[in-house]
T-cell receptor, first 112, second 110 residues
């Protein structure tokens, strides 16, 4: 299975600032996703990161708040912009390989 | 809108027992299902996939799919305290983007 790394693993940020999360995969993958998991909750899909084109966002998520880059088939970034305490969550990068979905270790974000 | 339902638990079983985790789904056309294990503070880990009606066994884990009744289950035999985690059921519904249930918390006590 694909090996996925994320940076940073955790961060504490101030309200109103932005944080960019990086996701690196050890193999080329077509489908890459960004999820959010709030405490005690299940996974919520933010967007599908498309290589060479704009990301596809799920209902309730917008590009201005969560801009995503996907410059190649092994790398993506998610930026959480103009943060508020409600953005405190774990952000997970995920890929599909051989029809199965795998997750990175996650980035734990706390906004104060 | 596709839905995947799981009892949030916690499901508590003694060590050595069989833990039975259940999941129902709303999309009758769904073809593939996955079970993930998530330890507290960690990301989900894929443990089983199932695509056909019936049972699929992998070590101590058995996934069961019943498309007529629209349910999926995961049996864990000889449960160990290390199996204590939240188990997420996911339904891809024919696409590559799964819908996840809220997860069932399993506690295996010595």
């Amino acid at each position: 299975s694909a090996v996925i790394s994320q940076k940073p693993s955790r961060d504490i940020c101030q309200r109103g600032t932005s944080l960019t999360i990086q996701c690196q995969v050890d193999s080329q993958v077509t489908m890459m996703f960004w999820y959010r998991q709030q405490p005690g909750q299940s996974l919520t899909l933010i967007a599908t990161a498309n290589q060479g084109s704009e990301a596809t966002y799920e209902s309730g998520f917008v590009i201005d708040k969560f801009p995503i880059s996907r410059p190649n088939l092994t790398f993506s970034t998610l930026t959480v912009s103009n943060m508020s305490p409600e953005d405190s969550s774990i952000y997970l990068c995920s890929v599909v390989e051989s029809y199965e979905q795998y997750f990175g270790p996650g980035t734990r974000l706390t906004v104060t | 809108q596709k839905e995947v339902e799981q009892n949030s638990g916690p499901l508590s079983v003694p060590e050595g027992a069989i833990a039975s985790l259940n999941c129902t789904y709303s999309d009758r056309g769904s073809q593939s299902f996955f079970w993930y294990r998530q330890y507290s503070g960690k990301s989900p880990e894929l443990i089983m996939s199932i695509y056909s009606n019936g049972d699929k066994e992998d070590g101590r884990f058995t996934a069961q799919l019943n498309k007529a009744s629209q349910y999926v289950s995961l049996l864990i035999r000889d449960s160990q305290p290390s199996d204590s985690a939240t188990y997420l059921c996911a339904d891809t519904g024919g696409s590559y983007i799964p819908t996840f249930g809220r997860g069932t918390s399993l506690i295996v006590h010595p």
